[in-house]
């Protein structure tokens, strides 16, 4: 019998051949076919196991966007709605992703592909916790922080000796910001260890506090290799750190969740590389889809980039990606929005403007063209 319960995935697609043939071999290479008929493919396993492609909006014809090993002056684009049953993935994270942007992308049929938005069962949202702290503890974390929570970066990011990295943080602590994090370059290096910067920090952090009476958090990046990552959170925790920054990316979401089981802090979580395959319209995934996999994974803070930023997100795009991390997932908290890349006094009003309540959804998917 069918599993009734299915991810369901909109896809952005274009190819020379008819929307709706393209989209079902996507979605027989997604699950229980392959780019031939195989003796073992019985009407069994498609009728339990094939994804189904169950709408195909044609957008008409365009340039092809990406290059393949043909080189057609026109391809057909497309909106594709694909329903993988939730008995092939079951509730791993790491096979989810595999599922809805895997190999896919590499079909040569496919001129475009992007994962546009995700639809989940209840039963796979319930099987991840979710942010351990989310926006209400970290705002406990932060002395009851209220309204909006100040953050910034130390920068230089690499090069900074211990004197320079701690008159930088005694200045920023006791200006009484909310939260100060490690550049997502800054590691664990032979010239300043991460745990001698861990115990100059939280003492600037605790001197500051006796002056300010303000808690400020900490994110230190304990991005680095995987048998090391507890042992780089419990330095953090046993030095009274309030919070880990991770580059979710580089690191995975497997990597993410597993921090998630034993991290006593918040976990900051940093998307340095996620442009490589958010960037371009016609390819990987939308912020809006990669984060939900992010906040099921256990992630408390996400970065959105910034409005007027030197980034490439225009800013509804930006103002899009506040509002998906504050939509409900199941009974996760919701991670708190991280703005950055340059932020400024200058910023705080055009980005109320932008992030307060609007008409537009977030669940609408525009195509590229």
Same mark, same amino acid.
């Given at each position: 019998?069918?599993d009734?319960?299915?991810v369901?995935?909109?896809?952005?697609?274009?190819?020379?051949?008819?929307?709706?043939?393209?989209?079902?071999?996507?979605?027989g290479?997604?699950?229980?076919?392959?780019f031939?008929?195989? #003796?073992? *493919?019985?009407?069994?396993?498609r009728?339990?196991? /094939?994804?189904? @492609?169950?709408?195909? +909006?044609? !957008?008409?014809v365009r340039?092809?966007?990406?290059?393949?090993?043909?080189?057609p002056?026109?391809?057909?684009?497309?909106?594709?709605?694909?329903e993988?049953?939730?008995?092939?993935?079951?509730?791993d994270?790491?096979t989810?992703?595999t599922?809805?942007?895997?190999?896919?992308?590499?079909?040569?049929?496919?001129?475009?592909?992007r994962?546009?938005?995700i639809?989940? #069962?209840? *039963?796979?949202?319930?099987?991840?916790?979710?942010? /351990?702290?989310? @926006?209400?503890?970290? +705002?406990? !974390?932060?002395?009851d922080?209220?309204?909006?929570m100040?953050?910034t970066?130390?920068?230089p990011?690499?090069?900074?000796?211990?004197?320079?990295?701690r008159?930088?943080?005694?200045e920023l602590?006791?200006?009484?910001?909310?939260?100060?994090k490690?550049?997502?370059?800054?590691?664990?290096?032979?010239?300043?260890?991460?745990?001698?910067?861990?115990?100059?920090a939280?003492?600037?952090?605790?001197?500051?506090?006796?002056i300010?009476?303000?808690p400020?958090?900490?994110?230190?990046?304990?991005?680095?290799?995987?048998a090391g990552?507890?042992?780089?959170?419990?330095?953090?925790?046993?030095?009274g750190?309030?919070?880990?920054?991770?580059?979710?990316?580089?690191?995975?979401?497997?990597?993410?969740?597993?921090?998630?089981?034993?991290s006593?802090?918040?976990?900051?979580?940093?998307?340095?590389g996620?442009?490589?395959?958010?960037?371009?319209?016609?390819?990987?995934?939308?912020?809006?889809?990669?984060?939900?996999?992010?906040?099921?994974?256990?992630?408390?803070?996400?970065?959105?980039?910034?409005l007027?930023?030197?980034?490439?997100?225009?800013?509804?795009?930006?103002?899009?990606n506040?509002?998906?991390?504050?939509?409900?997932?199941?009974?996760?908290?919701?991670?708190?929005p991280?703005?950055?890349?340059?932020?400024?006094?200058?910023?705080?009003?055009?980005?109320?403007?932008?992030?307060?309540?609007?008409?537009f959804s977030?669940?609408r998917?525009?195509?590229?063209?």
């Amino acid at each position: 019998m069918r599993d009734q319960r299915v991810v369901r995935c909109t896809y952005y697609l274009e190819s020379e051949i008819d929307p709706e043939q393209a989209a079902a071999i996507m979605a027989g290479e997604q699950s229980s076919g392959t780019f031939i008929a195989v #003796p073992g *493919e019985s009407p069994r396993i498609r009728e339990r196991h /094939a994804a189904q @492609v169950v709408d195909v +909006r044609d !957008l008409g014809v365009r340039s092809p966007s990406l290059p393949s090993r043909t080189r057609p002056e026109e391809v057909r684009a497309a909106l594709a709605v694909v329903e993988f049953p939730m008995e092939n993935i079951g509730t791993d994270l790491a096979t989810l992703q595999t599922t809805i942007a895997g190999n896919l992308f590499e079909l040569g049929e496919l001129f475009a592909c992007r994962v546009q938005d995700i639809e989940l #069962p209840d *039963e796979f949202v319930a099987a991840h916790p979710g942010p /351990a702290f989310g @926006v209400p503890g970290t +705002r406990r !974390l932060m002395g009851d922080a209220e309204g909006v929570m100040i953050g910034t970066i130390i920068k230089p990011n690499v090069g900074l000796a211990e004197d320079e990295f701690r008159l930088l943080v005694r200045e920023l602590a006791r200006s009484s910001v909310d939260l100060i994090k490690d550049d997502e370059l800054m590691t664990d290096p032979a010239y300043f260890p991460l745990e001698r910067r861990i115990a100059v920090a939280t003492e600037e952090i605790r001197e500051a506090e006796q002056i300010t009476g303000h808690p400020v958090m900490y994110a230190f990046n304990i991005t680095g290799d995987l048998a090391g990552l507890r042992r780089r959170h419990d330095m953090v925790v046993a030095a009274g750190g309030r919070c880990v920054m991770l580059n979710v990316p580089v690191m995975g979401l497997p990597a993410l969740a597993w921090l998630r089981e034993f991290s006593e802090v918040p976990v900051h979580g940093h998307r340095a590389g996620l442009a490589g395959s958010m960037r371009s319209p016609a390819l990987g995934m939308s912020y809006r889809v990669w984060q939900q996999l992010a906040r099921l994974a256990g992630a408390d803070h996400l970065h959105v980039s910034g409005l007027g930023s030197k980034f490439y997100e225009t800013d509804l795009e930006v103002a899009a990606n506040v509002h998906s991390l504050l939509e409900p997932l199941g009974k996760t908290l919701s991670p708190v929005p991280t703005l950055s890349s340059g932020q400024n006094v200058t910023t705080p009003a055009p980005t109320f403007a932008a992030t307060s309540p609007h008409p537009f959804s977030t669940r609408r998917c525009p195509a590229p063209g």
